[in-house]
């Protein structure tokens, strides 16, 4: 995978090639499309919403919260390090087994096909806080009621934005790629399995069908829905506050209480200022596991040209008033 330094620039689209719908995902999302993504938010909501009630009624039991804890972790890096760190923004080289792994992790995610959710998030950093994000909460402006319309937008609003990011301008490295191309197109596969692990899990190991579905609330319903605002919460509350150490152009912020639940992703204001760092948390205390299973993949060798920031690099991106911002 060779792209840009920066990834800033917009990726020419090429002659031919594989239709858009081919990925799963073209340029306009059907009425059907619509329909599904407005009970994948929804449903898993309910169920996060209803998840303290139950707990105090019913109890949780430790296979429900193991099952969750799993499944989150293993859905949040596959988004974090595969979808982002490597398929949007090419901080390191995975060997083919790895590089297929993270594309199926990060599809069980439930957070859309990889080659749309790559193009969406590389016009992102094309128009960062500017006129043609796809969820910059600073649309509408910067007044308190157009930040909160704003804020929405950023978090929910945009998923349901029938125009969609031209895959072949901004993801044609992934759309030539076939093996890539049919996970993308194979997300609903995914998601099934996404969903149904849990509760094949947990009615075996209980022997019931009482065991299935606890295991099904807690590690599918809630355990998506969390995961899901968590991520969205990157492109709202991490754009609209937060502490800017380094110099970017856009409103990017560090969120610290964002980042264990993020796998490090809320130290934002690095990535915007350096997109193909491998580690986001650069400073003292900012916890980023994405970036330990990243080295982890390179000791193993399963990960090579690693883009790891160097202190000249870091120091090179800190803002004048970074010893009081940071």
């Keep these: 995978m060779t792209l840009s330094?920066?990834?800033?620039?917009?990726?020419?689209?090429?002659?031919?090639?594989?239709?858009?719908?081919?990925t799963r995902g073209g340029e306009q999302k059907r009425?059907?499309?619509?329909?599904?993504?407005?009970?994948?938010?929804?449903?898993?909501?309910?169920?996060?919403v209803a998840a303290v009630p139950v707990a105090?009624?019913?109890?949780?039991?430790?296979?429900?919260?193991?099952?969750?804890?799993?499944?989150?972790?293993?859905?949040?890096?596959?988004?974090?390090?595969?979808?982002?760190?490597?398929?949007?923004?090419?901080?390191?080289?995975?060997k083919r087994p790895l590089?297929?792994?993270?594309?199926?992790?990060g599809s069980m995610a439930v957070e859309g096909p990889l080659v749309r959710w790559v193009a969406d998030h590389r016009k992102h950093?094309?128009?960062?806080?500017?006129?043609?994000?796809?969820?910059?909460?600073?649309?509408?402006?910067?007044?308190?009621?157009?930040?909160?319309?704003?804020?929405?937008?950023?978090?929910?609003?945009?998923?349901?934005?029938?125009e969609q990011t031209d895959q072949h301008k901004y993801?044609?490295?992934?759309?030539?790629?076939?093996?890539?191309?049919?996970?993308?197109?194979?997300f609903v596969l995914w998601t099934v399995l996404s969903l149904a692990v849990p509760p094949l899990v947990g009615g075996l190991v209980t022997m019931s069908w009482w065991g299935a579905f606890t295991a099904f609330f807690w590690g599918s319903l809630v355990r998506v829905a969390l995961l899901h605002h968590v991520t969205w919460s990157i492109n709202s509350i991490c754009h609209a506050v937060g502490r800017r150490p380094f110099r970017s152009r856009d409103?990017?912020?560090?969120?610290?209480?964002?980042?264990?639940?993020?796998?490090?992703?809320?130290?934002?204001?690095?990535?915007?200022?350096?997109?193909?760092?491998?580690?986001?948390?650069?400073?003292?205390?900012?916890?980023?596991?994405?970036?330990?299973?990243?080295?982890?993949?390179?000791?193993?060798?399963?990960?090579?040209?690693?883009r790891w920031p160097s202190a000249s690099r870091i120091d090179s991106r800190r803002r004048e008033d970074a010893a009081n911002a940071a």
């Design 251 to 306: 409103r990017s912020g560090n969120v610290w209480w964002l980042a264990v639940l993020s796998c490090g992703e809320s130290w934002h204001n690095l990535h915007h200022a350096d997109p193909t760092s491998a580690r986001h948390g650069v400073l003292r205390g900012q916890v980023d596991s994405s970036a330990r299973l990243i080295r982890w993949f390179e000791l193993l060798g399963w990960a090579s040209d690693v």
């Design 171 to 186: 993801a044609p490295d992934l759309i030539k790629d076939p093996v890539i191309r049919r996970i993308s197109r194979d």
């Design 99 to 105: 590089k297929i792994a993270l594309a199926v992790a």
């Design 5 to 22: 330094p920066d990834l800033l620039e917009e990726p020419a689209a090429p002659a031919d090639g594989p239709e858009p719908s081919a």
């Design 56 to 94: 105090w009624g019913w109890g949780v039991s430790w296979l429900d919260l193991a099952l969750m804890v799993f499944m989150y972790f293993v859905a949040c890096h596959g988004i974090t390090i595969g979808f982002h760190r490597y398929f949007t923004h090419g901080s390191f080289k995975a």
């Design 31 to 48: 009425s059907v499309e619509q329909v599904a993504l407005l009970l994948f938010i929804t449903v898993p909501f309910v169920a996060l």
């Design 125 to 162: 950093h094309r128009f960062s806080d500017a006129e043609g994000d796809p969820h910059s909460p600073w649309r509408y402006g910067e007044t308190v009621p157009a930040l909160l319309k704003g804020l929405w937008w950023a978090h929910i609003g945009w998923l349901f934005d029938e």
